[in-house]
């Protein structure tokens, strides 16, 4: 099994920009498909990117596309997600997944980090 923690995590101002990380550790991440999903107080998890094991497809959630950007890099066993023009809305905690299955926009995936808190001041 794959061990994932998350970090980049902070508090911003609108409009400003987030690099998160995800690091994989246990197996190599070109197993899975990963993707990104975030959860703001009182509201359910939802997704926010994936992306395929060898980043040959990409999937945005309607609300982040054209601002956030997911990348991999298998080598290194790392994910990430650049979030540019942040906005309030986006504050959440920021959770990276892992799949042997295809990547999703369902939370239904095998592995899960803790979370990294990310927070957009008005």
């Known amino acids: 099994q794959v061990q994932l923690v998350e970090s980049g995590g902070g508090l911003v101002q609108a409009g400003g920009s987030l690099r998160l990380s995800c690091a994989a550790s246990g197996r190599t991440l070109r197993t899975y498909a990963m993707g990104w999903f975030r959860q703001a107080p009182g509201k359910e998890r939802e997704f926010v990117a994936s992306?395929?094991?060898?980043?040959?497809?990409?999937d945005y959630a309607d609300s982040v596309k054209g601002r956030f950007t997911v990348s991999r890099d298998n080598g290194k066993n790392m994910l990430y997600l650049q979030m540019n023009s942040l906005k309030p809305d986006d504050t959440a905690v920021y959770y990276c997944?892992?799949?042997?299955?295809?990547?999703?926009?369902?939370?239904?995936?095998?592995?899960w980090g803790q979370g990294t808190q990310v927070t957009v001041s008005a």
């Open positions: 992306i395929s094991r060898h980043s040959d497809s990409t």
């Open positions: 997944a892992a799949t042997t299955g295809k990547a999703t926009r369902t939370p239904s995936y095998d592995y």
